[in-house]
Structures are given as C-alpha cells and as structure tokens.
C-alpha cells in the first residue's frame, strides 16, 4: 500500500463527516426506538422501497451511465427525474460526481490521482476517501465541459444544498403528512434508505475493485461479481464496465443481474432513451480470449517441466495464429464497411453479407474459446 503521508494528514471534511455520522446515528438509535414506539405505516415501507429505487436507478442510471459515461441519451423528463432523486442521493452534484467518476477511469487503481483508489485500502475506497480533503479527490471540471455547458447540470450543481434537503426532508415530511405519517415516511423513506443505499452504491467503488472475477482485463483491479451486481443495481459487472465504459450495460449477458440495464432498455421502448451504445460482440469475445491466452500460458508455465508441455504449448500457439487470422480479417472486414458507406454502396444484399461475415468471424472466436477451455484443463 502506497499511502503519501500529504494524504494521511489531510484534513477532515467536516460536511461529510457530519452528515455520514449523523444519518448513521438516526438509524442506529431513533429508528429503533420510534419502531418500538409508534410501528411504521405500510405506506412508509413503500416509501422506501420507491425512494431506493428511485434514487439507486438516479446514481447508476443517471449519474454514473447518462452522464459520467454518456453511454445513452434521455428525454427531459427522465433527466429532470435523475437530476431530482439523485440530489435525494446525497452523492453531491452530477457535474462532481461524474467528473470525479471520469478521473476513477482514467487513472483507476493510481494510489495519489484514483480519487478512490482500491490501493489505499477497502475502507478508503468505500468511505473514507470522502471524509478527509485528500489532493486526489480534488476538484477539477476540465474533464466535464460537457456536463458545465448542460444548463439543466449546471442548475443542479449551483442549487444542490437546497434540492438535497427539500428532497431529503421536504418531500417525505410532505407527502408522510399526506398519508398521516410525516415521521416514519421521514426515518424510513429518509434516513434509513439514505444509510442503505450509501453503503449499496460505495460497494462499487469497494467490494467491486476486490472481490470477484476478471474476464475482461486484468489491468485493473476491477471484478465481475453476480452477488455484488443484485445488490448495486447492477453495477457489479466492474471488470466489463472498466473495459467497455461507453457500453449501456453492465451485465453484458442476458441473464446477467442488471436493473440499471433493463430500466434503460425499457425507457428506450418508451421513447424516453435513445441511442443506446453497445460494444461490438466480436470485441466482447476478442477481450475475453485474450484473457483465456494469458490464464493459459501462465498454466503452461506451471507445467514447463513435465513431457506434456512441448505438445501443449504447439497446441497453443496454434490457436493464437488462428486468433490473430481471425482479428485481422476481422479488421479487414471493418476497413470494407466503412469504405462501403464511405461510398454509399452499402445496399441490403452487401450489408446482410457482411453481417453474414462477421458472425462468423464472432463464431470462430467463440468456438476458439471452447478450445482454449479444453486447453486450460489439460494443462491442469
Ligand atoms: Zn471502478
Ligand atoms: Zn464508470
């Protein structure tokens, strides 16, 4: 661990410090006690349950993929209604917490320039960066012109403190009058969802960068987990999101746990998304056999000793020629398409034939992959 001593005695950011304190101390003691005392309506629990929704879906969907990623558009209404439930967060504004974000991508793992960097511990990347002023966490807005020209940001950023407390305490003590429970819609829907969905979304930056697989890329510490994935909105599929960040999804596979994902997809029916970025299959499967290569050959190095080696390390580098054939055709192929609407010449039957090709050239990485597998095993 590299911990620059500038950074072990930076000061304390006492906002922070009060607001993380004093949300936990509510739900440790006033929560309890008023449980005990008065019981929370059903209509406080489903208060709750939208206000995490609605606020999670705000981070991960609006914050992080919208606008840290611009991994799709959206329609006023959904960005007015991000911009809203993520004050409600209290992660700060979109403007800081996506330029933040773009700085945790570009210099991930870095132990002075990640503003969360796993390096300094699973305590600093999950809280703790945010409780002292630290120099990596300083604010620096030239890697968000985009988001400072955006006047619905901008507003959001100059007005935060407001919104977060009318959204914070306002709303629920409104609408709990409303339903003759201003208190329990304001410790449930309020403090208690506040603490949960803090510790669910800094999960990300924490549990996200230790615990789980690496099928992407292991330049970085960032992991693919399921487990993590159902309980951060589907942000848990870290080591494709480092990998493929402009992709709208996280969980690239169908069946893969991603809430955030489906809420795209589905606003996207409804015409409130558009332009949904997705990374080429082909891409997808070229990353992961790169990996299998790599996992390979350091167990081919285990087994340099014994008399399996010479063959299975022929059968090895075959299949790399055979991997690099098949990436060069496919970048062949990607030079031809482009020329082609270059020239406009991209009518139905040349279009549907190269996507023939390019399936197949996926399916030949594909299949590759079942053969690096079998590989891998006999090498155990
Ligand atoms: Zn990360
Ligand atoms: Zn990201």
């Not at 004093?22 to 929560?31: E, G, N």
């Not at 819609?185 to 669910?200: A, C, W």
Request: hydrophobic letters at 45%; one cysteine or more.
């Amino acid at each position: 661990m590299n911990v620059s001593h500038a950074s072990v005695r930076a000061p304390f950011n006492w906002p922070a410090v009060v607001m993380f304190t004093l949300t936990t101390a509510v739900v440790l003691t006033v929560l309890p006690w008023y449980a005990l005392n008065f019981a929370f309506s059903g209509a406080a629990w489903a208060w709750f349950a939208f206000c995490m929704v609605a606020t999670g879906l705000s981070i991960t969907g609006g914050y992080h993929r919208l606008w840290a990623h611009r991994a799709y558009q959206a329609r006023l209404p959904l960005r007015l209604f991000y911009l809203l439930f993520g004050a409600m967060a209290l992660q700060n504004s979109v403007l800081v917490w996506a330029s933040m974000h773009r700085v945790h991508h570009r210099y991930v793992d870095d132990p002075e320039r990640d503003p969360y960097s796993i390096r300094r511990g699973f305590w600093f990347a999950h809280l703790g960066w945010m409780l002292r002023d630290y120099s990596s966490a300083r604010l620096d807005f030239s890697n968000a012109r985009d988001l400072q020209d955006d006047p619905l940001v901008a507003f959001q950023h100059r007005h935060y403190l407001g919104l977060a407390l009318g959204m914070n305490l306002g709303l629920p003590l409104l609408v709990g009058a409303l339903f003759g429970d201003p208190f329990g819609f304001l410790l449930l829907g309020g403090f208690l969802r506040l603490v949960i969905n803090h510790h669910l979304t800094f999960f990300i930056n924490s549990l996200a960068h230790t615990w789980g697989r690496r099928p992407y890329t292991a330049d970085n510490t960032a992991r693919d987990n399921d487990l993590v994935a159902l309980f951060t909105y589907g942000e848990g599929y870290h080591n494709f999101h480092h990998q493929f960040q402009w992709d709208y999804r996280n969980g690239v596979r169908w069946w893969q746990i991603d809430p955030t994902k489906w809420w795209i997809a589905a606003c996207a029916a409804l015409g409130l998304t558009h332009g949904l970025k997705r990374v080429p299959e082909f891409k997808i499967q070229r990353a992961m056999l790169q990996r299998q290569f790599e996992r390979a050959r350091e167990r081919l190095r285990a087994c340099a000793t014994t008399g399996r080696f010479a063959v299975l390390h022929r059968l090895l580098e075959q299949e790399l020629e055979a991997f690099s054939a098949t990436v060069n055709e496919w970048t062949r192929l990607q030079g031809e398409r482009f020329e082609a609407a270059r020239r406009s010449l991209a009518d139905h039957w040349s279009h549907s034939e190269l996507r023939r090709r390019l399936q197949t050239l996926e399916r030949a990485l594909h299949d590759q992959r079942r053969r690096l597998r079998l590989l891998h095993l006999q090498a155990a």
